[in-house]
Structures are given as structure tokens and as C-alpha cells.
């Protein structure tokens, strides 16, 4: 797959930021995790061969010599006629964006969260009330011998 071809479609499903603050999906290489899950999920590399030659194909119908070469408003329209002949690729892409997207931590800090596990640190949480087990508790034990 080509990282460059990848890189640019995932700048177009998640661009950068007006004010520069976020970066595009692209941009922040998330292009890596779709390539490792391509390599580790049956059938996706087939999906993303498929769906990037159909790619190049609708953008070559434009006149290009590629997506590359596509004015940033015919890439947005070349990928909404992908979503007819490849209904499963953006999703797929999408959902795969977001994931490693939203788990940087140049994103993370931007929204003003920590790029950190939740363990062994652990988050601040409010007390449970466990008078809302009461309920259960007045049932009593129940079991059932089968």
C-alpha cells in the first residue's frame, strides 16, 4: 500500500485543524496502524488494495495522473464516489483513523487530556452509591441446582 496515497485520504477523513492546533490524521502517521492492521486482519489488505486502485481509477477519470494531484475539493468528491463502489473502505479507514487518531498524543494534549495509561496512576472517581444495590441485597442469596 502506498503510505504517501494512504496518508493523504486520512488528511481528508480527519484534516488538520483551522487553527492548527489539531493535526491532520494523516499528518500524524496514523497511516502506520491502518498499514499493521492490513498485515494482521484477514481480508482488510484485500479491502485497501481493492478500494486504493479504485481510487487511483476515479481520480485518473478526473483528469489526474492521481489523487495526489487532485485540488483538495475534487479529492472530497472522487472519495464520495469511492463510497458507492467501495462502501466498506472509508468506514473501515474511518473507524481505523480514529482509533490511533484519538490515542496520540499530540491529539490528546491538544484537547487537554494526558497521554498517559489510566494504570497504574489511575483516574479520580466519584464514590459509588451502593444503596442502589439495596434492592438486590433484599432478594437474598439465589441459586438454582441443575
Request: glycine share 8%; with cysteine; proline share 8%.
Amino acid at each position: 500500500m502506498n503510505a504517501q496515497l494512504l496518508a493523504l485520504v486520512l488528511d481528508e477523513l480527519i484534516p488538520p485543524s483551522v487553527d492548527g492546533r489539531m493535526p491532520g490524521a494523516g499528518t500524524l502517521g496514523v497511516g502506520a496502524i491502518v498499514q499493521y492492521a492490513a498485515a494482521t486482519t484477514p481480508g482488510l489488505d484485500l479491502l485497501l488494495a481493492q478500494g486504493f486502485a479504485a481510487l487511483e481509477d476515479l481520480a485518473r477519470r478526473h483528469d489526474a495522473e492521481g489523487f495526489a494531484a487532485l485540488a483538495r475539493s475534487t479529492r472530497i468528491e472522487v472519495l464520495r464516489e469511492l463510497e458507492q463502489s467501495v462502501p466498506m473502505l472509508l468506514p473501515t479507514l474511518l473507524t481505523l483513523a480514529c482509533v490511533g487518531y484519538y490515542s496520540s498524543e499530540p491529539v490528546l494534549t491538544a484537547l487537554n487530556g494526558t497521554a498517559r495509561p489510566p494504570h497504574p496512576e489511575g483516574y479520580d472517581l466519584e464514590p459509588d452509591d451502593l444503596s442502589l444495590l439495596d434492592g438486590v441485597r433484599a432478594r437474598g442469596t439465589l441459586f438454582r441446582n441443575c
